[in-house]
């Protein structure tokens, strides 16, 4: 999710890497950040077949269950 976030405010938005630097390291301050692993991944392909919930949703979702 970062990683989208951080594309689109490069890009629409016209930040900077160093205002980027700065956004990333308040979520990791505010924020439960979640690193997805393999297990993370599948289940929110579980999530996706089951629930029919979106490809953003689902990710919330499955690692909401982490924190």
């Not at 930040?15 to 990333?24: P, V």
């Not at 392909?45 to 089951?50: C, G, T």
């Amino acid at each position: 999710m970062f990683n989208e976030v951080c594309v689109n405010l490069l890009r629409r938005a016209n930040f900077t890497e160093a205002q980027i630097t700065q956004l990333i390291e308040s979520f990791y301050d505010r924020c439960c950040v979640v690193e997805l692993t393999k297990s993370d991944l599948l289940m929110a392909s579980r999530l996706r077949q089951k629930a029919l919930i979106i490809f953003l949703g689902q990710h919330n979702c499955g690692s909401s269950l982490k924190c």
